[in-house]
């Protein structure tokens, strides 16, 4: 185990432990008051890496970095007053969700897409295929190789999928920077037939999936009363709707996975209070 410590200029400081290059515990030393819990839920499960680039942009008002600065100024939303505290200036002009500030993808994903209500059927099919290559990677991975899926899928058009055969196969594992899992691109094939045969039943997946909301966005009700992101695995809707989707064949669609899948179409709007997304979807509510 090896330890990180990483000081502003106003001599507070955060310890990192970390364990094969992911953070297990972090401890403030000389912190401003109340922030432990909040920087420990931030970075406690991230790679180093990942710790750092979180961190980049926010500084101290003489141009280095501060650890506190990031758990004042992005998870509890506050601005500190010139001389108190660590004397942080806040320097980003939108306050995101965390777990989104890790490169440009994904805070244009975040900004413009996450949390968004969709009730076009083919993007929703799109969102809902990434769920299904998502499986056993990390999202960024897959927010990096949209474009590819998009190649590889023509543009998710299901009516196309659903007619793949094996030379289609063959091509979509040739293109370059696809994710080669024979086994993921045949649930994508199976599932656009299921997605197909439901849409000949319900008239649109968007008709038969809203109806689970009454057709309005779900908010998240602990996000509601905290000034800390928090958001569940799956949830009884979750379980309600991947036992649908499994009694209607469709595989790789567990509940956690479903509950993702219902973050990402804004069935639910699991965006933190102080995140500047979460005002705006409320207002179009």
């Known amino acids: 185990m090896k330890t990180y410590n990483t000081t502003g200029t106003c001599s507070r400081a955060i310890n990192y432990e970390v364990a094969d290059g992911v953070v297990t515990k972090c401890e403030i030393v000389g912190g401003c008051p109340g922030n432990t819990q909040g920087v420990a839920k931030l970075v406690v499960g991230r790679k180093v890496e990942e710790v750092i680039a979180l961190l980049k942009g926010i500084q101290c008002r003489n141009g280095t970095s501060c650890p506190n600065a990031y758990e004042v100024c992005i998870v509890r939303n506050r601005r500190v007053r010139s001389g108190a505290g660590c004397g942080v200036q806040k320097t980003m002009k939108k306050i995101r969700c965390p777990y989104f500030e890790l490169n440009d993808l994904e805070r244009a994903y975040h900004d413009k897409e996450w949390g968004t209500p969709c009730r076009n059927d083919r993007k929703l099919f799109e969102y809902l295929m990434y769920e299904v290559l998502q499986c056993g990677l990390s999202w960024d991975t897959i927010i990096q190789k949209r474009a590819v899926f998009r190649v590889a899928f023509e543009r998710f058009d299901f009516e196309k999928i659903a007619r793949y055969g094996e030379r289609d196969i063959a091509r979509i594992l040739a293109v370059p920077g696809m994710i080669r899992s024979r086994r993921k691109i045949n649930a994508i094939i199976h599932d656009a037939q ?61 509940s956690v996975t479903v509950y993702a899948f219902m973050q990402s179409v804004g069935l639910v709007n699991d965006h933190a209070r102080f995140c500047f997304r979460y005002k705006e979807l409320r207002r179009h509510e």
């Open 194 to 254: 299921r997605f197909i045969a439901l849409r000949r039943e319900c008239g649109t997946f968007s008709k038969w999936l809203w109806a689970f909301t009454d057709g309005k966005t779900l908010f998240n009700p602990d996000n509601a009363k905290s000034d800390e992101w928090t958001a569940p695995a799956r949830t009884e809707l979750s379980d309600r709707i991947a036992a649908e989707l499994k009694s209607r064949g469709f595989k790789f669609l567990g």
